[in-house]
């Protein structure tokens, strides 16, 4: 039984580390900033998981990634590009101040922070994209 289990904890592992590399390259993500996301702090540790070496990965790592998950989902149903949704995640939500960015509030590394943004995009921000009414 012990044995199923991590096998199905190593399955579910480089499921999420996939898709949370194809995130990475649809958002543009620099290695720091991906790594700042996964919570990792050892470039060897985010290499192996890179290439595919994972084995199981800890549970907050897992969370992180579920959150960026529904954020790059519910994104991608309201914006017509993925342009669009890296442009949104980087523009400043403030023009006054440089780092009030979504992208730089997840980046400050907490769990919490990524949570947040999923809260604030869930929430609304922004509102899907409508096909223009053409009949007026």
């Known amino acids: 039984m012990q044995n199923t289990d ?12 996939k898709a949370f590399f194809n995130l990475a390259s649809r958002w543009q993500l620099s290695r720091w900033e991906a790594m700042t996301l996964l ?3 050892a470039t060897s540790t985010y290499a192996n ?4 070496k994972t084995g199981t990965i800890p549970r ?6 579920s ?8 994104l991608r149903q309201r914006l017509p590009t993925n342009s669009a949704v890296v442009q949104h995640l980087r523009q400043p939500r403030r023009p006054s101040q440089p ?5 730089a509030r997840m980046l ?5 922070d990524i949570y947040k943004v999923q809260q604030m ?3 609304g921000a922004p509102k899907p994209v409508t096909p223009r009414d053409t009949s007026r």
């Not at 907050?60 to 990634?65: A, M, P, S, V, Y």
């Not at 400050?108 to 919490?112: K, P, R, S």
């Open 6 to 17: 991590v096998q199905a904890r190593r399955g579910i592992a480089q499921l999420a580390l």
């Open 121 to 123: 995009v869930a929430n």
């Open 99 to 103: 780092d009030s960015s979504l992208m």
């Open 49 to 52: 998981w890179k290439n595919g």
């Open 39 to 41: 919570g990792l702090t």
């Open 67 to 74: 959150y960026l998950l529904n954020i790059d989902d519910t």
């Open 108 to 112: 400050e590394g907490n769990v919490i």
């Open 60 to 65: 907050d790592t897992l969370e992180r990634i």
